[in-house]
């Protein structure tokens, strides 16, 4: 008898043991965002409408067919007049940029934001146990990651990554690599620092498809603090609940819509060429129908089957996504962070996804105050919402960005408490949203519209005199 007994005990114990084990493992791959600020260049690298025309007036190479696509590309972009742009430009310097210019632009970002999460967070640089950045198209030696560790004095165990060429999504490809660690139960901290570099990018040619980033660029940045410690949580703002990524680069199209390259003259830049509409929607429509079944009740699952199913025995004319587009998707995500890249980009998604103003207000905003920040732009899109007290305890939030190659990235994260936060909005969200979105430039270029080649040199140089 004390012989079973014993084998009893010792059973029990050693199941309880796995169970205690399987429960401990499992609440520490939890990917928790303990907190994030982005980042408010100093007001002199503020960007205004009289400034754009001083930089566009510098490039000799436009003509007046030129100086008309530009007008028009700049009213319809959605930026207002209060975005930031690299030193380098302001000072006139934008042709012949240095490996310094680019690394003052990295640097006045590292240097302002990167301390502020270590304080806003009393965490320390020391407690950082692995360290990601994702700035795309500036990728110097030593890293930018290595920077970091030297200007913080961080540990020498510190791991470190460094991702370049991924375009606007690369902080939800870095969100993504994170979650994987995170996946092994160690307790970690991970820290994510993502912007763009504008400096080497400015494109100084005429080729109209590469002229547009011009437009929509500006400079901005955000840092974030993420665990899978379960004994911070409660300290946690979001606990990210799944991650989806769709990559087409297997495709022609695909591929070649967005890339980096030279123009006919030789002057480099990025070509946004005429696929771009089709391949975003395309990377959309694979990427939700991965991401629905995560998140979508059961009911809007077996409705949508249900119309999928109708659409082909009636052969009506249209695809899954058209079929997806009749989902009511806010009956399982409360909030639409989405990627401010440009007007166009919002709206294709919003009639995608059947989104009322409301739901696109805080990526509108973004891109009429911030302009397209690249890959953190969805940080100043959340930071909106969470400004303006939108983000409630058990809310969802989506977040979905594009990028290069090409790529849809999405994920759902579930509101830890409520969030209050201003941080860089602050001091200008009772502003928004404004009751006048209009882009000054029309009222103060228009008249470029009604120039031949005959009177636009004559009335520039009047016009100049004016701003002078």
Request: with cysteine; net charge positive; charged share 25%.
């Amino acid at each position: 008898m004390i012989l079973v007994a014993t084998l009893t005990a010792l059973i029990v114990f050693y199941s309880l043991y796995h169970i205690f084990k399987y429960y401990t493992l499992k609440i520490s791959t939890n990917c928790y965002l303990i907190d994030y600020v982005c980042f408010k260049p100093s007001p002199d690298r503020k960007i205004s409408t009289l400034t754009c025309g001083k930089v566009i007036d510098r490039n000799k190479s436009l003509g007046l067919p030129e100086y008309k696509t530009l007008l028009k590309m700049i009213i319809r972009s959605g930026i207002g007049e209060e975005t930031y742009s690299p030193r380098n430009i302001l000072e006139g310097r934008e042709e012949s940029p240095t490996i310094d210019d680019a690394m003052l632009e990295m640097d006045e970002f590292f240097t302002t934001s990167v301390s502020d999460i270590f304080a806003k967070t009393n965490i320390s640089p020391c407690d950082v146990d692995v360290l990601v950045v994702s700035i795309s198209s500036f990728s110097p030696s030593p890293s930018l990651t290595s920077r970091i560790v030297r200007q913080h004095k961080m540990r020498d165990d510190v791991k470190t990554y460094n991702l370049s060429g991924m375009g606007c999504s690369a902080s939800l490809i870095a969100i993504g690599m994170v979650n994987k660690i995170f996946k092994s139960g160690k307790k970690t901290i991970a820290m994510v620092v993502s912007s763009e570099s504008i400096v080497p990018n400015w494109y100084c040619g005429t080729d109209k498809s590469m002229m547009l980033s011009n437009v929509l660029f500006r400079s901005g940045g955000s840092v974030m603090l993420f665990t899978n410690d379960p004994t911070m949580r409660t300290r946690a703002k979001m606990r990210l609940k799944c991650i989806v990524r769709t990559n087409i680069g297997c495709t022609d199209e695909g591929y070649n819509c967005v890339m980096q390259k030279e123009d006919g003259m030789g002057r480099v830049g990025f070509y946004l060429g005429p696929g771009l509409p089709k391949a975003a929607m395309r990377s959309f429509s694979k990427n939700f129908q991965q991401l629905m079944p995560k998140v979508l009740p059961y009911r809007e699952l077996l409705l949508y089957m249900w119309r999928l199913a109708e659409q082909k025995v009636t052969k009506e004319k249209g695809n899954s996504f058209s079929a997806a587009a009749k989902i009511n998707y806010k009956s399982g995500i409360d909030h639409f962070c989405l990627h401010a890249g440009g007007s166009t980009v919002i709206d294709a998604v919003a009639n995608a996804l059947g989104l009322s103003s409301y739901d696109v207000e805080p990526a509108r905003m973004t891109l009429f105050r911030w302009g397209n920040t690249s890959t953190s732009s969805l940080w100043y899109v959340l930071g909106y919402m969470e400004a303006k007290k939108r983000l409630r305890k058990g809310n969802r939030v989506m977040m979905a960005s594009f990028g290069a190659g090409f790529e849809c990235n999405s994920c759902i994260w579930e509101v830890m408490r409520d969030l209050e936060d201003g941080d860089v909005w602050d001091d200008c969200i009772k502003d928004y949203p404004p009751e006048n979105l209009v882009n000054p430039f029309m009222e103060k270029f228009g008249w470029v519209n009604d120039e031949t080649e005959e009177t636009i040199s004559e009335n520039v140089e009047a016009f100049k005199k004016r701003w002078q």
